[in-house]
């Protein structure tokens, strides 16, 4: 079982070179034993053109690992130099109005620009070479947050030409396509591959398919990038671990398919700055504003787990206020405490802080990191040392295990809604989301899984909200899962060409729950469906008119009559987007008929298992008396009465 341990992101480059020892000497007097470096610093590493320096990054290395620092190297592509960009101005990415994203910040190139690509194989294949077999290269980043101010789709030349291939390919015949895309509608037929546009400057919205054709290419695009990235280093640098940071929310492209060509999945973990630009209302932001959504982070922790092996690491957990979001509250006392360790409690093998010391300068000068400008330790300094304290106290280590409940979570689904919300504030990403947060407050584990067989199996409830198309071969899964199972609104409402099924919505999955969907609306803010008066249930933001065939059962009708929750045997169909009154009726009480032991936890209180160790959090205000959860076990950590932030373990199997 590994260890779980804290790293820290330090940027050698932007500091002289009398500060490395130091640095390095410190970081391991706190507890840190690794840290990424390089991730940025393709210009110090190839100043000029084929003119490599390497000897400062030697000694950076050096430094490092001579005080006993495990080191990951970041690929520097995420920042080509000015140099390369005057070679190559054609590498720049077009955004959807057709204007260049240029050089000045990062992220400035085209997925779809082989010349580079071919740069990008030489400077990683450089680096590798020189360093991949250094006894303290622990792991490699491939570049960095990939889609990261929005840099996932191009509109350029070579993105049109690549996307004409990748049409070619997928379709081989040109009539094909215009059947899948339903292009005689408006017109749009098309003879051949190469008059196939970029679906970008149309006059009013362009054709579903072809866009979500277009997402998929572009998804594809990055997934090569990256496999092409992590091939190079494998081989010069055999027995490390290849990772990749990835952002949270964050949708646009199949990240499931990068986490193929990884060994261990990481993300960035900024809870506060999330807050702030998510869309969550004010009262909750407020309430939430200086410790975070209590389930976001949480939701990640177990996305990114499911995106590849199941190892994974949070690369950059905020310590400090950041500069990014619309407002930068600084953090609670001990709040990184408390978001580490619910990172360890969901498996993940490190938890690295951003950044070690807060920059005086450029872009992020406002974002705090563990030490401030002049070296002086910040608040989380002190905090981070005691988390390391507290992880050799417990020896805690990962050991997950697989939960009886899956969420399901899929990227199509989420550029399916994207592309066609119908109501404004439609989102995939928030849908899910919520029901995780239902999940949550019965205190249950919960592992998402991607739509496939495989994930499907074993669990005894499975919640599907929402899911873009359907196939036979999850229908039949989930038949064969033996689950309870949640599954709507707009679960298998579109084929996989992004057309109404003939027979319907809910498509293949129509018999699993004997329902076919022949209306939908959309409601505006404030807009909703009663069901339940008395209990304050409603639909908002979506609802649909089902009729319901003579195998299924109407559990549960709206005021107006139509039917809100429909069941066959074990199969449920939500004919609605709940509030959270309603979705958590249903959820207690699909979990009570699936034998799940739940427990209902008051909005600020989580729990979590890893293994036999259960972690109990509290992002409230007040004090609170975890006597109930925690029985008569000896707490490994914390107190009884949970002070805020606070984070108590203990080991429930005992
Ligand atoms: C991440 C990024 C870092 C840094 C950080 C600031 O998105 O990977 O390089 O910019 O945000 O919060």
Redesign the pocket.
């Given at each position: 079982m590994t260890k779980q341990r804290l790293g820290v992101?330090y940027y050698p480059e932007h500091w002289p070179e009398a500060f490395w020892d130091g640095d390095a000497r410190r970081m391991r007097e706190i507890g840190l034993s690794c840290v990424r470096i390089g991730?940025?610093a393709w210009s110090r590493l190839e100043p000029v053109e084929g003119r490599y320096d390497f000897e400062w990054f030697k000694r950076a290395i050096d430094v490092l690992a001579g005080a006993g620092l495990d080191i990951v190297l970041g690929t520097p592509t995420?920042t080509p130099p000015k140099w390369l960009v005057d070679k190559m101005p054609d590498m720049i990415a077009l955004d959807v109005h057709g204007r260049a994203r240029n050089f000045g910040s990062?992220r400035h190139y085209c997925f779809s620009y082989e010349p580079y690509i071919l740069e990008c194989e030489r400077i990683v294949a450089a680096v590798a070479e020189a360093f991949g077999d250094h006894p303290h290269v622990v792991a490699w980043q491939i570049d960095?947050?990939y889609g990261?101010h929005d840099t996932v789709e191009s509109y350029s030349n070579s993105a049109r030409d690549a996307f004409r291939l990748w049409c070619e390919r997928k379709y081989r015949d040109i009539e094909a396509l215009n059947g899948a895309w339903g292009n005689v509608f408006w017109s749009m037929e098309l003879s051949r591959f190469d008059q196939i546009e970029l679906p970008n400057l149309t006059v009013t919205e362009a054709n579903p398919s072809h866009l979500i054709d277009f997402q998929r290419f572009s998804s594809d695009q990055l997934v090569a990038f990256n496999k092409r990235q992590a091939e190079i280093v494998r081989r010069r640098s055999p027995g490390r671990d290849i990772l990749h940071?990835f952002?949270g929310s964050f949708t646009s492209f199949d990240h499931f398919a990068v986490g193929r060509d990884l060994d261990v999945v990481a993300w960035?973990s900024?809870p506060l700055?999330f807050l702030e630009r998510g869309n969550r209302d004010d009262l909750f932001k407020q309430r939430f504003m200086r410790v975070g959504d209590p389930d976001f982070q949480a939701f990640h922790h177990d996305l990114y787990r499911a995106c590849g092996r199941g190892r994974w690491w949070v690369?950059?957990q905020?310590p400090g206020a950041?500069?990014?979001a619309p407002w930068n509250p600084l953090p609670a006392e001990s709040v990184a405490r408390l978001w580490s360790f619910e990172a360890f409690a969901a498996g993940a093998e490190v938890v690295s802080y951003?950044?070690w010391r807060q920059a005086p300068f450029a872009?992020?000068q406002m974002?705090e990191g563990l030490l401030l400008p002049n070296c002086q330790p910040n608040d989380s300094y002190h905090v981070v040392a005691k988390v390391a304290q507290e992880l050799a106290k417990i020896d805690a280590r990962v050991e997950t295990r697989r939960a009886d409940v899956a969420l399901v979570f899929d990227y199509e689904s989420a550029f399916a809604w994207k592309i066609q919300p119908q109501g404004w504030n439609f989102s995939y990403f928030d849908i899910v989301l919520n029901f995780y947060e239902g999940l949550r407050r019965l205190g249950l584990n919960i592992d998402i899984a991607p739509p496939t067989p495989e994930a499907l199996l074993g669990r005894k409830l499975i919640i599907a909200p929402a899911l873009f198309s359907s196939s036979e071969a999850l229908a039949q899964a989930m038949e064969a899962s033996g689950a309870v199972i949640l599954l709507g609104p707009r679960s298998g409402s579109k084929t996989q060409d992004f057309q109404i099924p003939p027979e319907l919505p809910p498509g293949a999955f129509r018999n699993l729950v004997g329902i076919s969907v022949c209306r939908v609306e959309s409601l505006r803010p404030g807009g909703s469906i009663m069901v339940d008066p008395a209990a304050d249930t409603m639909f908002q933001c979506w609802r649909e008119i089902v009729a319901a065939g003579d195998a299924a059962e109407i559990v549960l009708r709206c005021r107006d009559g139509e039917p809100a929750l429909t069941r066959r045997e074990r199969f449920y169909y939500l004919a609605g987007l709940p509030n959270d009154f309603l979705r958590d009726a249903i959820l207690r009480g699909l979990s009570e008929e699936a034998g799940l032991a739940i427990r209902e936890l008051p909005a600020h209180i989580r729990i979590r298992d890893n293994g036999p160790m259960r972690y109990v959090f509290n992002y409230g205000e007040q004090d609170f008396d975890i006597s109930a959860i925690a029985g008569d076990a000896r707490l490994l950590l914390g107190e009884r009465l949970l002070a805020p932030c606070g984070v108590a373990v203990f080991n429930w199997e005992r």
């Open positions: 992101c991730e940025f995420a990062r960095n947050e990261c940071n952002m960035d900024y700055g690369m950059e905020q950041v500069n990014w951003f950044r872009q992020e974002h």
